[in-house]
């Protein structure tokens, strides 16, 4: 009995033996090598997480970018917006340089003859290219409001910072502004990320924020908060920026003028002639409220045999699908003798479709929402 105890004690110590040795063979861990990798991949999460958090409680942003002019010279262009969707600045949309301002909602924009040409709208090109044209974001590659506001941004990178690959081994560089960032998406860069706190997003590539109309915005952005003397001079600048609006076109109708019931009326012997007209203005398109107004020009051709023959032009606004009466005159200059000539008034109008603009609401409206921002 002793000696099968024995030996069943044997076995069974051989038997502990053996799964010890079995579980200290199979729990080797991580590689060193490993294991720091996975710090640096935490650290940059870290960094990207609370950079994308800081970046959504922004008051403002300012996006800055560098382009080529017409004659190959590097152009520097900037671009202001508040959370609320409101901006000012200059955004290269298809390689030209388009100023706009954007508030409440409106959005205006001041671009050369060429650039109303490559969106076909030929006609107008010509006007459109002397001021500012109100249109809708989605008439643009990228909605400034709806894409580069504080919030929309963070949105916009937090939705594809999944797609981009954060298991590859960091790539830190020096940034724009000096200190290091962490580079995400390869290339040109994606996205940039300072490696230090305060963690910040200092550098973004438009495609990282609209897949599709991005890459219509060239190739990256560098990227700051808008804070403290800052974003009052941003106030300031808005204010003026709204002042030089005027009275913009509307870039979403047409206009059709007719000239209606012309009436010829000259003094004897002053030689002085008035033309009257009624001119009905028609309006295709635009916002229904408020709704848009028509800038007439009236020119009047009137000619008197060997008189010769005058021109005078006369301008006036009308409310879309209405008639008003306009009135143009000449002078004549009158031989010393009795003569009688014949008068002929050859009257035409255009219409420009412009839209009611008050700068004074417009300024109150961006008081109270800067305000709220401590500007």
Known sequence: MRARWTVAAVVLVGGLLAGCQVA??????????????AERLAAQRTAVDSAV????????????????????????????????GDGIGT???????????????????????????AHGLEQDSAQFGTGWVHTVGSELPVDPAAKLSPGRLADALGATLAALNQTAEPVRQKGPDGPEVYQLGGGLGALQVTAAAPFRVVGVAPALIDPRGGPQLGTGFRVRPVLGDDLKRFRADFD???D????????????????LNDKLDCQNFVGSCTTSVDVSANVVGGAANP??????????EMSAGALGSRNCTTQADAAADATITMSCSVKFSLPNRTASYQVLAKPSAVGEVRVPFDANAVKQRLAA????LGA
């Open 291 to 300: 709704k848009p107004t028509v800038h007439v020009t009236l020119t009047v």
């Open 240 to 242: 003026s920026a709204v």
């Open 369 to 372: 929402s800067f305000a709220k």
């Open 91 to 117: 955004l290269p949309f298809e390689g030209r340089p388009v100023r706009i301002v954007q508030v409440g909602g409106e959005l205006y924009l001041s671009a050369d003859e060429d650039y109303w040409k």
């Open 244 to 259: 030089q609006l005027g009275q913009p076109f509307e870039g979403l109708a047409q206009a059709s003028v007719a000239v």
């Open 53 to 84: 958090d800081a970046l959504r409680e922004a008051p403002a942003l300012q996006y800055d970018t560098t382009v080529k002019d017409a004659s190959g010279r590097p152009a520097d262009l900037s671009f202001r917006i508040t959370g609320d």
């Open 24 to 37: 200290v063979s199979g729990a080797a861990g991580v590689s060193a090598a490993d294991e720091q990798k």
